[in-house]
């Protein structure tokens, strides 16, 4: 039969359209439990993870994991990725040149696919494998992209400094200090994998293509970007803006939810509980700024979103995901809201990219079914 010919009877129906607890991969990346709010990541609990590694430790951690032989060590990815930046800072001209700077996530976007899948079709960088010039590009064009947005020139990498240090240098022209780059390595450590979510689902559907790990990283990307993924930290910053006084948080709320409104940072499709990466970027967030008014308000505001939330949707079990403290944390950090989502996918590439690894030793072509509900030719014929 040929291949998009289905009988009638023949297809089985979709249990729900967003292919609730469809098992797309078997992996040994990592492992969300949301029932017990309980995040593996490449053996570890996730906290245990963030006390254990910066994020070249994590990177190393997950492509092992994903069979990369030789296994790199921390400091052999430190050493690739400060070469991968300076690779990365001689495009950094071309990427302005092209005036995609107004978002930063979508100027990422085009900066990434400027890279070859292959290694050895970028100057200066024959050596340097593609799950490494992602990782090293990311950073150094995000930083870039800020600063051209705030018509400053951009800052020339560090290769021997931390990928998280480098990153911050870069953004603001000057060394950050010892407390931000352990939140950044904590946040970075953190996101860097987390199962069959949206973009790493995409990543595997591409590489399965054998298209490359770059065009993998870039369709990646695309699928971050969306609000109901790697898109929401900035819409809860303007919440907190919004609401703006403890006087307004229910007020605020409850018209919210009245119009139907879905409140940024709360649900989702895994966690029943509370997403474990909440408690670590909260614990962050408050290390570094020393539980300042912000980190207080937003505490309040999340009460209260909760007990919203339960009240008007018991059906449902919605808690706070990662991205509600994400955003609190970034900003603490400098970071700009339209930067977050670059930020989260510089992390995330480590764990894209293992994901790459894994699915192009299977060597699977990714092509599921779909069930066909629209007219039939034969139909219309006898009517
Ligand atoms: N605010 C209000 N209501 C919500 C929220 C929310 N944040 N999340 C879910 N609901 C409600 C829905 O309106 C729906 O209610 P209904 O049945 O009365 O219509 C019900 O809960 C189920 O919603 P679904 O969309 O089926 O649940 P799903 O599992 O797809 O939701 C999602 C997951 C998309 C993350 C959702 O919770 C959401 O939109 N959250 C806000 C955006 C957000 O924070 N995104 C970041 C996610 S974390 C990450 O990707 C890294």
């Not at 995040?39 to 245990?48: M, R």
């Not at 921390?74 to 800072?89: D, I, P, T, Y």
């Not at 490494?132 to 990311?138: K, T, V």
């Not at 995000?142 to 705030?150: E, H, K, P, S, W």
Request: net charge negative; with cysteine.
């Amino acid at each position: 039969m040929a291949e998009n010919v289905t009988l009638k009877s023949e297809t089985p129906r979709v249990s729900a359209s967003g292919l609730d607890n469809v098992v797309a991969a078997e992996t040994a990346l990592s492992h969300v439990d949301g029932e017990a709010g309980r995040l593996i990541v490449a053996g570890y609990d996730v906290e245990e993870l963030v006390k254990a590694y910066d994020f070249e430790g994590a990177a190393a951690a997950l492509w092992t994991a994903a069979g990369l032989e030789p296994a790199p060590s921390e400091v052999e990815v430190k050493r690739a990725l400060g070469r991968a930046r300076e690779a990365a800072f001689a495009l950094v001209p071309g990427l302005l040149s092209l005036n995609c700077h107004e978002n930063v996530t979508e100027g990422l976007r085009t900066g990434l696919s400027m890279l070859a899948d292959d290694a050895g079709n970028e100057n200066g960088t024959g050596d340097i494998p593609a799950h490494i010039r992602a990782l090293g590009a990311a950073a150094v064009f995000t930083a870039a992209l800020v600063r051209a947005g705030d018509r400053k020139s951009p800052v020339a990498p560090d290769a021997g400094a931390g990928h998280a240090e480098d990153f911050l240098r870069m953004l603001r022209d000057e060394a950050p200090s010892a407390a931000e780059v352990k939140a950044l390595n904590a946040y970075m450590v953190t996101v860097a994998d987390h199962g069959m979510n949206a973009s790493t689902f995409t990543a595997r559907v591409i590489a399965s293509t054998r298209a490359g790990t770059i065009s993998a990283v870039v369709g990646a990307l695309c699928a971050l970007k969306g609000p109901l993924h790697g898109g929401a930290p900035g819409p809860v910053l303007d919440m907190l803006d919004e609401i703006g006084t403890s006087g307004n948080v229910e007020p605020w709320l409850q018209k919210e939810i009245a119009d139907g409104a879905r409140l940024m940072g709360f649900g989702h499709r895994v966690y029943r509980v509370r997403d474990p990466r909440a408690d670590v970027f909260n614990r962050a967030v408050t290390i570094l700024t020393n539980g300042n008014a912000r980190v207080r308000f937003a505490r309040e505001v999340e009460l209260a979103a909760l007990k919203a939330l339960r009240a008007t949707k018991p059906g449902h079990r919605i808690d706070t995901n990662m991205e509600y403290y994400t955003a609190v944390l970034l900003e603490a950090l400098g970071i700009p809201r339209d930067a977050v989502t670059s930020v989260f996918a510089m992390a995330r590439i480590a764990g894209w990219t293992a994901h790459v690894m894994e699915q192009e030793r299977v060597g699977r072509l990714i092509r599921p079914q779909s069930r066909y509900v629209g007219h039939w030719p034969e139909d219309e014929a006898a009517a």
